[in-house]
Every structure is written in structure tokens, then in C-alpha cells.
């Protein structure tokens, strides 16, 4: 026998919510977001289920190398671009597309030996303060991108930090505008896209589907809002963490619980041993205190974490699932579990619980 805990992750349900993205912007190319190893989905097996993506997202250049290797042909774009000169040719080598984050970058693209030129995603900041051209020298790389010689076809880019919230994209999209305004005299020859919308805001907003869309977290069935759940959006959970129960027992009123006794019974109750930990990446700080827990399924009933997450274990009540013996199926998240309730009991996001999942969690495809 091995170790219970595996990670299903469901092909149909990528090709389900990839589907969902498509028909919520019809009129849109569609970039399926793959950076992180597609969220910790695994690269390769998400690309080979949208072999016919209209184009891939992603950021580490193995990964974008790997895509050619596997035979992509459709555009693959560099969500934070080159990292250093050196990097360019290797872009050109592999026809990557690639974002432009800075004056730098575009001062470096237009330097650079390079005999074809790069499609590149102009990325202006328009609020988010992270990455991204800021308003003065918006001028100067559209410039650039509208003259020089290494840059390609043109896309103006930009990234919501509130497409999710109560802010919305509004004050975000007006600062965008003013630069596409900007540009159009000087890109009016070339031509130019425009790409703004990550899950959220393609999800909620269809005035920022423009010709590209860029949806990561719906892809893999996980909701980007707090007050819509997955199930109502239509997406369908892609990965399911499950284990079992690997010991059982019966605590009296008083005894405690796993490291630091976070958790003292205040009863007679069954707790069983589950085969899952932080080094899974189980999250670590999810509660499992006496006032609060963090929801988990056995044999199909929904229960409650019990104590900390060690490395290996964590503890779950059994008390009303008295069927519930060594060998009961438990999941974690996913399929019966959103991923993205455990992840709010947990103080975190469902991105954050897929990425973190560890290398030595055996993945097992299911259709
Ligand atoms: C990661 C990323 C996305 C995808 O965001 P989701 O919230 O997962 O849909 C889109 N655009 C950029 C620039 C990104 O870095």
C-alpha cells in the first residue's frame, strides 16, 4: 500500500472552464494563463488538454520553451517580459511574445542583434503600481513600438488590481483609455490590440474583453470573487486533494490535540489522522482551534479540522460520522469541497493552496 493522498486533476473540467472563458468573450482571443506551472496543475498536461488555446500566458521562459517543444505554434506571451538582454534572442529563437514592463525593456528590445522582430505587449501602469510603463513615458515606448524595427505587432496592455472588488476596473480603464488615445495617431499606421482582462474582469466586465483576454484562476474552477462562488460561475473544480484516514481516536473531555494543544475536547469525541500536511501544502495556518475550524469531507460528510496542520498530518472530527474508520475517504478540496472555501477559512486564496501543492503529492489524471 502507498500513501492515500493524491491529487485528481480533472482534464474535462480544463476544457470545460477554458470553454466558459471562450463563450463569456466571444468576441476575444483567449490566453490561457500557464505561468506557475498552470497554478500547480501541472504544465504540460493543461497544455495538452488546450492544445487549441488561441494562445498561452506565461512567465518563466523554460516553461514558454517547453510549449514550442510540445508543439504550440499559437502565440505564447511573456506576462513580465525579458529578464536582461540576453534573454531577447532566446525570445526570437522561440517567437515569444513579450510584454514590455519598462522604459528599460524597451530601450534593451530596440538594442538588441535580433534578425525578426518581437510581438510585444506594451504593459502600462494604470494604478497597480507594480510592474508597468507609467504615464509620462508612455509616449516614448509607444514610439519605439510604433517605428523601430524589433518590435513586432503591438499590443497595449495593462492589469486590473480591483477587477474583483468593489472598486471595480473604472478607474483603472479610464487611465488606460487616455493612453490608447494617446497612441492612436502614432500606431495608426501599424495597427495595435488591446488585452486588459484577467478572470475577474473578464468574468464581470465586457467592455474590458478587447481582442485579448488573459483568465488564469477560472481556468482551473476557482471563483476570483469572494461573494460568487465557483458553482455559480459555471466553472468546474479541476484539482481534488483527497487522502484517508490513517488512524482513529477517542479523546476525553480535556485531552488536546497535536502540536502546541491548540485544541482541547470538550467532550468525548472521535478524531481521525489524516495523511496530509504543510509539506503537501496543506496551508499551515488553516485554524483548527476549539472556536474555529477549516472544512474537510469524510466518507462524503462535511467536518472539521481539529488542532495545527503538522508536516505530514492533519486532524479532523469524526464525531458525528461514526462510520468514519481507518481507509474513509477524505477530501481536502475540490470536487464536493471548493477550493476556494477552505482557502477563506485559511486566511488565503485558492491560487495560493493549487501553486503550493507539492512535488511529492502523486498527480493522477482523471477524465
Ligand atoms: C496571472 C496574470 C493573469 C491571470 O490572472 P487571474 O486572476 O488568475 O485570472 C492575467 N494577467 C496577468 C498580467 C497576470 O500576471
Known amino acids: 500500500m502507498t500513501r492515500p493522498l493524491r491529487a485528481d486533476i480533472s482534464l474535462s473540467a480544463i476544457a470545460h472552464n477554458y470553454a466558459l472563458a471562450k463563450r463569456t468573450a466571444p468576441q476575444s482571443k483567449v490566453f490561457a494563463v500557464v ?17 487549441d488555446a488561441d494562445g498561452f500566458a506565461t512567465l518563466e521562459l523554460d516553461s514558454a520553451i517547453q510549449l514550442r517543444k510540445l508543439g504550440v505554434e499559437s502565440p505564447i506571451l511573456m506576462l513580465e517580459g525579458f529578464f536582461g538582454e540576453e534573454e531577447i534572442n532566446i525570445f526570437a529563437n522561440y517567437n515569444l511574445t513579450t510584454s514590455i514592463r519598462d522604459v528599460e525593456a524597451a530601450k534593451q528590445l530596440a538594442d538588441a542583434d535580433i534578425q525578426a522582430p518581437l510581438d510585444v505587449f506594451l504593459k502600462f501602469n494604470t494604478g497597480m503600481n507594480r510592474l508597468g510603463i507609467s504615464g509620462p513615458m508612455s509616449g516614448f515606448a509607444i514610439g519605439l513600438a510604433a517605428t523601430h524595427k524589433n518590435f513586432g505587432k503591438v499590443t497595449l496592455m495593462t492589469h486590473f488590481a480591483t477587477a474583483d472588488g468593489v472598486q471595480g476596473v ?20 501599424k495597427g495595435f490590440t488591446q488585452s486588459v482582462a484577467n478572470s475577474a474582469a473578464l468574468l464581470r466586465f465586457q467592455k474590458t474583453h478587447l481582442d485579448w483576454v488573459r483568465p488564469g484562476i477560472m481556468l482551473y474552477g476557482s471563483s476570483p470573487f469572494a461573494e460568487r462562488s465557483a458553482e455559480d460561475i459555471g466553472l468546474k473544480a479541476v484539482m481534488t486533494l483527497r487522502s484517508e484516514i490513517i488512524g482513529v481516536q477517542t479523546l476525553e473531555k480535556g485531552d488536546v490535540v497535536g502540536y502546541g494543544a491548540s485544541y482541547i475536547a470538550q467532550k468525548k469525541m472521535r478524531v481521525g489522522i489524516v495523511a496530509c500536511g504543510y509539506a503537501d501544502g496543506y496551508p499551515r495556518h488553516a485554524p483548527g482551534t476549539n472556536e474555529r475550524g477549516t472544512p474537510v ?14 508536516m505530514d498530518m492533519l486532524v479532523v472530527d469524526l464525531t458525528d460520522i461514526p462510520h468514519a474508520k481507518v481507509g474513509a475517504p477524505v477530501c481536502l478540496w475540490g470536487e464536493g469541497l471548493p477550493a476556494d472555501e477552505v482557502a477563506t477559512a485559511a486566511g488565503t486564496v485558492a491560487y495560493e493552496l493549487f501553486c503550493a501543492l507539492a512535488p511529492r503529492v502523486p498527480v493522477v489524471e482523471v477524465e
Do not use: D, P
Request: no cysteine; net charge positive.
Open 35 to 51: 505561468k506557475a506551472n498552470a497554478y500547480g496543475h501541472g504544465l504540460t498536461r493543461v497544455a495538452r488538454v488546450l492544445k
Open 170 to 189: 473604472a478607474w483603472q480603464m479610464k487611465r488606460f483609455e487616455e493612453i490608447v488615445k494617446s497612441a492612436k495617431s502614432a500606431l495608426a499606421k
Open 297 to 310: 469531507v469524510v466518507s462524503g460528510k462535511r467536518t472539521r479540522t481539529i488542532g495545527r496542520v503538522s
